[in-house]
Nanobody, 115 residues
């Protein structure tokens, strides 16, 4: 099993920044993809950004140029730097990890952007 714990959510005004962090523990060897998803009220969970172990990344179109995902394989962490936040970025943000074809999720952290 892999345990994922997120931190860094909160309330911010539009145009502001937040940094989310996720720490993996447990059976962490073999983790390949790590990423961030979000779920707004009444909507499906959606991909925000993903980073492969080699450092390659992929972003949702809605966050390109504003969000940056990074990973520290030695510390088993994945961060999401969110800049120029918009009210539509308001959601619960979930950390995600893929290990040997199994998917693991954190409990989520709330991000609220006020207009």
């Amino acid at each position: 099993q892999v345990q994922l714990v997120e931190s860094g959510g909160g309330l911010v005004q539009a145009g502001g920044s937040l940094r989310l962090s996720c720490k993996a523990s447990g059976f962490i060897s073999g983790i390949n993809n790590m990423g961030w998803y979000r779920q707004a009220p009444g909507k499906q969970r959606e991909l925000v950004a993903v980073i492969i172990r080699d450092g390659s990344t992929n972003y949702a179109d809605s966050v390109k140029g504003r969000f940056t995902i990074s990973r520290d394989n030695a510390k088993n962490t994945v961060d999401l730097q969110m800049n120029s936040l918009k009210p539509e970025d308001t959601a619960v943000y979930y950390c995600n990890a893929e290990r040997l074809r199994s998917i693991f999720w954190g409990r989520g952290t709330q991000v609220t952007v006020s207009s």
